[in-house]
């Protein structure tokens, strides 16, 4: 079956960087556009960016523009979300999705949080 597993969230200071990683299984990973999203506390779910299936095209969110980068190695399954100059309103859970046959696959999150 499908699955997404986000790991490498944690705590880092206003500032630091982060690299979350997404290993994803049960499905042709180097076909699917993959997507990070994040959920803060009390707020809805947001778009982040968006790597098309051969990397050639990525998408971001104002917020994620010239901090973010996302990138993927097909031959791993896995997607990447490195994120840097990282500030406290970018605290939140990271979720990878895939969209597959119209329906949304999400990972379980990492937590991500930015705090001195």
């Known amino acids: 079956q499908v699955q997404l597993v986000e790991s490498g969230g944690g705590l880092v200071q206003p500032g630091g960087s982060l690299t979350l990683s997404c290993a994803a299984s049960g499905f042709t990973f180097s076909s699917t556009i993959m997507t990070w999203y994040r959920q803060a506390p009390g707020k809805e779910r947001e778009f982040v960016a968006l790597?098309?299936?051969?990397?050639?095209?990525?998408n971001y969110a104002d917020s994620a523009k010239g901090r973010f980068t996302i990138s993927r190695d097909n031959a791993k399954n896995t997607v990447y979300l490195q994120m840097n100059r990282l500030k406290p309103e970018d605290t939140a859970v990271y979720y990878c999705?895939?969209?597959?046959?119209?329906?949304?696959?999400w990972g379980q999150g990492t937590q991500v949080t930015v705090s001195s």
């Open positions: 999705s895939a969209r597959l046959a119209r329906l949304d696959y």
């Open positions: 790597i098309t299936s051969a990397g050639g095209i990525t």
